[in-house]
């Protein structure tokens, strides 16, 4: 039988809810507007400084030209297998790195042994950029699609480990404690406790580690590629095309810029209680 009590926190709750959610709304639209005036101010300085000449246009085309250089390309649809190209690249090298990554640094979080046994190994890992993995690549893989991808898994693996095993570290280990205290065993430990607590750093590293992710694939590409957004760059450059040089920039800049906003939402899907703690 339903009591007065429950009946009174089922009408009471719903206007909560809504109200937590439209005080939310109207707290990102100053930051929504902040960010449109400040791209709106970056461009009209632009303008400004290449259409008074105060920059050669050798150095700096003005933003209408890079605006037309990329309706051009866009027309031959140059630019969309460009960006297609490089995203299917860091999409199949950051999916190898964070399926090789993710397990591991739970590992070496949550067992001593495995992060004693492995650590020397990630230190000397650690401080190798991408690019002085092309030449072993190319040795080893030769110049196709294969060394491109290499090229991404070896440039951002090793950031989404560390942030794994900072996170799985960061647990709180009551909480262990008090799982194992009621009698939950290792693995149902590590599934609601464990993996839990560490999914939002996680989750930023992922965040961090695609945006490394993408300038792995463009010195890949910039080095031995026929297609990319690296190789639209890079013959750009050798014509001297500086306004599609800035096209290339700019579609970078979208193309994570989208990536990182579909993120976002994967992120709120799958950590709904760090939704509500911001909301409140």
């Not at 992710?213 to 890949?220: K, T």
């Not at 994570?256 to 909301?279: C, G, T």
Request: hydrophobic share 55%; with cysteine; proline share 6%.
């Amino acid at each position: 039988m339903t009591s007065a009590r429950d009946i009174a926190s089922n009408l009471v709750a719903p206007p909560d809810r809504t109200k937590r959610k439209h005080g939310s709304s109207l707290r990102d639209r100053p930051i929504i507007l902040l960010n449109i005036l400040g791209v709106f101010a970056f461009c009209i300085t632009w303008a400004l400084v290449t259409e008074r000449g105060w920059v050669s246009p050798l150095f700096l085309p003005s933003p209408f030209k890079v605006a037309s250089e990329a309706a051009g390309v866009a027309a031959t649809h140059e630019l969309w297998w460009a960006i297609a190209a490089s995203s299917l690249r860091v999409f199949l090298g950051f999916a190898l790195a964070a399926a090789v990554a993710i397990p591991l640094g739970v590992l070496m979080g949550s067992w001593w042994p495995a992060k004693a046994l492995l650590d020397p190994l990630i230190s000397l890992l650690r401080p190798l950029p991408s690019i002085t993995w092309i030449p072993l690549t190319m040795l080893w893989l030769g110049i196709g699609e294969a060394q491109k991808v290499a090229i991404v898994f070896m440039g951002s693996w090793i950031y989404v480990l560390l942030y794994t095993v900072e996170s799985t570290k960061r647990v709180d280990p009551i909480l262990i404690k008090a799982a194992r205290n009621l009698g939950a065993s290792e693995f149902a430990v590590m599934r609601e406790v464990v993996l839990p607590g560490a999914l939002p750093g996680i989750l930023s590293g992922l965040k961090v580690s695609l945006a490394i992710a993408w300038s792995c694939v463009l010195s890949a590409e910039m080095v031995a590629a026929q297609n990319g957004l690296g190789a639209l760059i890079w013959s750009a450059k050798d014509w001297s095309n500086l306004a599609l040089v800035l096209v290339g920039m700019v579609s970078i800049s979208a193309t994570v810029l989208v990536a990182d906003l579909l993120a976002n939402r994967l992120e709120r899907a799958l950590l709904p209680w760090e939704r509500h703690r911001r909301q409140s």
